[in-house]
């Protein structure tokens, strides 16, 4: 028996905890300052030197990508389980308004092989960069158009501000690697110097005062991968992987690379990030390291602010205050006397504080499961909330997949959890606006689900509809309507009688929640047959929509089963693939009176091509990627070629064929 006086000082101690707790929820719940990421960035450990370097790159695993926990023993703790107001992307010109990059965030600029000033049309494509001058439409010619003098870089996309245009892209040289090697003579290892390529993310301005000549200002290269790129204002920020391959790297051979990067305003050559100025998370480690950069156009004589840190990064959200880093860790635990082991999956979340030409680390959450894409994250009032789909083990032992929505304070401590939702199934897309969030998941049909987010610790669902098909991206038309972008599908029994879905053609579907509890779908639109794509349904900057136009376009590969019947004759026509029909733009009116609208189509293809094509076409010079408008002007752009067509009636302008 315990004696009241051997439980005092205990109780004393819980009511201080609870206390403290308290205090720090208190705080916690308050916007995060300047001297308060200051502070959280100088909480992280510094790596320090080189032999410590190594030892955390032993403890994240040599090359695994996985984060593994220690072997548990049976006694030891079992394991548990803003509205995006871009519905109306438009900014005004000399021409009107004009459409801009279709984005997450109101305020928060996503790169793209494609942008306009309403004047002018911006293009980058491989080593090539074109501007045509596309405003008026009549006069539409090209005005310059160069490769990039590095033969190694290769643009991915661009950001247009004012007369600045920033280059994003690939490049890559080869640097000498130690390794040792056997010498016949002597059957002892010595050092020899390997070629290996180092790939980089290069960063390039130009000023386009003068569109036919213009001038590089700067250019800024990181080693490593670009994970995702934001503009907000005036800045640009880049986060970058730099992977580090530990079988380069043993004992005997300590040279482990460190991150480098350049600016022209510095010189030439590469500046090596020391150890002393990395930091890592402790709970979190990886063989490669994370580089967020930030550069201000408004103040082109700054130096680069680049911080370095031991870790990954797989994909990122931004607002307009913060920028969020997500990645994916699976650990494994196993134990020995229940002779079995368990997989579980986490999503570690790295929040940085924005301010002009500069990221500031301001602190790290972790949620179970693991995301889909950018769209499974968000922030509003002050919090973030993601959704997630992860594994539980079900009544008969197997691992049963289900979906979750957390929601994190403003230091990403958790404050609500909705989780069980949809068992068995997994998130197709989602798509928070304000206090909501919508959900389609998927497995033989399609449940739209309406998650209340009002009450951020009480997270619920509000209603569900299931439909057959799926919706792999959502776009808010209203505040009380959503348009998914997806597939049909078809439900058949397999061979073991279950039933399986198989998906169709496009779907397009309109959404109304204005009745929460019962969301109904108000219209829909079918595409082609089986085998029909667009690079919307996983590049949600394909899609140009501006409702006070009652205009909705993205581009289309058709297929189409013969009008005579299908060609294998034991085949059921449901399970047939189209042959291929048609490649460009579609283009639709939409409202929520009478729904979808075909307007009219759109190709560059000529009458040969299609001939050409057969029964298949694969990716082309002529595939249509992007569709935009300048005031009247409806554009349509594939990598060789930009039309023009009169909004009204679609009536064809001018072309002009890239080089």
């Known amino acids: 028996m315990y004696s009241k006086k051997r439980w005092m000082p205990k109780i004393f101690l819980l009511a201080f905890f609870l206390l403290a707790a308290g205090l720090a929820f208190s705080v916690f719940d308050q916007p995060i300052n300047k001297a308060q990421a200051y502070d959280l960035e100088n909480d992280l450990p510094v790596v320090g030197s080189m032999v410590n370097l190594q030892n955390l790159l032993k403890q994240a695993g040599g090359s695994d990508h996985f984060l593994r926990t220690p072997y548990l023993m049976v006694e030891d703790a079992m394991p548990t389980v803003e509205m995006a107001k871009e519905a109306d992307a438009v900014q005004s010109s000399a021409a009107g308004d004009y459409s801009s990059t279709n984005v997450q965030v109101e305020g928060v600029d996503e790169a793209d092989i494609i942008k306009t000033d309403g004047t002018y049309i911006y293009q980058v494509k491989g080593q090539q960069l074109s501007i045509v001058k596309a405003y008026p439409a009549a006069d539409m010619k090209l005005v310059n158009s160069f490769s990039f003098a590095d033969s190694n870089f290769t643009a991915s996309d661009i950001y247009i501000d004012n007369n600045y245009l920033i280059v994003m892209g690939t490049s890559y040289y080869y640097q000498p690697v130690p390794e040792p090697v056997p010498m016949l003579e002597t059957e002892t290892y010595s050092p020899y110097y390997c070629p290996v390529d180092v790939q980089t993310s290069k960063v390039m301005i130009y000023d ?15 080693q490593g991968s670009v994970v995702s790129t934001r503009k907000i204002g005036s800045s640009v920020y880049i986060v970058a992987n730099r992977y580090i391959d530990w079988y380069q790297y043993d004992n005997e051979n300590p040279e482990i690379p460190l991150p480098a990067y350049k600016d022209s305003l510095s010189g030439s050559s590469y500046t090596q990030i020391t150890p002393d100025k990395i930091r890592y998370f402790p709970d979190a480690l990886y063989p490669s390291y994370i580089l967020v950069a930030a550069l201000d156009l408004e103040k082109p004589d700054t130096p680069l602010d680049i ?21 994916s860790a699976y650990n494994y635990s196993r134990y020995p ?55 539980s083990s079900g009544t008969d032992g197997n691992y049963v997949s289900q979906n979750n929505v957390y929601v994190l304070n403003n230091n990403l401590e958790m404050t609500g959890r909705l989780e069980n939702i949809a068992p068995g199934e997994k998130i197709y897309s989602t798509r928070f606006m304000g206090d909501r969030v919508y959900m389609v998941t998927f497995r033989t049909v ?4 309406v998650i209340d987010l009002k009450d951020p610790a009480r997270p619920q669902v509000l209603g569900q509809l299931k439909i057959p098909g799926y919706s792999d991206y959502l776009h808010p038309y209203d505040e009380n309507h959503v348009i998914g972008f997806g597939k049909d599908t078809i439900e058949l029994k397999g061979w073991n009688g279950e039933p399986q879905a198989y998906y169709q053609g496009m779907k397009l579907a309109v959404f109304d929640v204005t009745d929460v509890n019962n969301p109904k779908e108000l219209a829909k639109e079918l595409i082609g047959d089986r085998g029909t794509d667009s690079e919307l349904l996983h590049n949600h900057k394909a899609l140009l929509f501006a409702r006070d136009k009652n205009l909705l376009a993205f581009p289309v590969t058709l297929m189409e089963i013969p009008t005579n019947g299908y060609s294998s004759g034991n085949v059921a026509p449901t399970l047939e693939y189209g042959s291929f029909a048609f490649q460009g733009a579609y283009i639709y009116n939409i409202d929520l009176q009478n729904g979808f609208k075909l307007k009219g189509r759109i190709t560059h293809l000529t009458a040969e091509d299609y001939l050409k094509a057969g029964d298949y076409w694969y990716n082309s010079d002529k595939n ?7 005031g009247d002007t409806i554009y349509t752009v594939s990598p060789t070629v930009i039309m023009a067509h009169n909004l009204a009636d679609l009536s064809h302008i001018a072309t002009v064929t890239m080089p």
């Open 337 to 391: 006397q229940i002779n079995t082991s368990t997989s579980t999956s986490t999503t570690s979340v790295y929040k940085f504080a924005l301010e002009p030409g500069a990221a500031q680390y301001a602190g790290k959450g972790s949620v179970p499961g693991t995301i889909l894409n950018q769209f499974s994250m968000d922030e509003n009032n002050g919090y973030f909330r993601i959704a997630t789909t992860s594994n």
């Open 208 to 222: 386009t005062t003068d569109k036919a000549h213009i001038k590089k200002l700067r250019e800024a290269e990181l």
């Open 446 to 449: 399609d449940p739209f689900f």
């Open 624 to 630: 249509i990627s992007r569709i935009l408008y300048i």
């Open 307 to 327: 911080k370095a840190y031991l870790g990954n990064g797989e994909n990122i959200y931004a607002s307009t205050e913060n920028l969020y880093v997500a990645v």
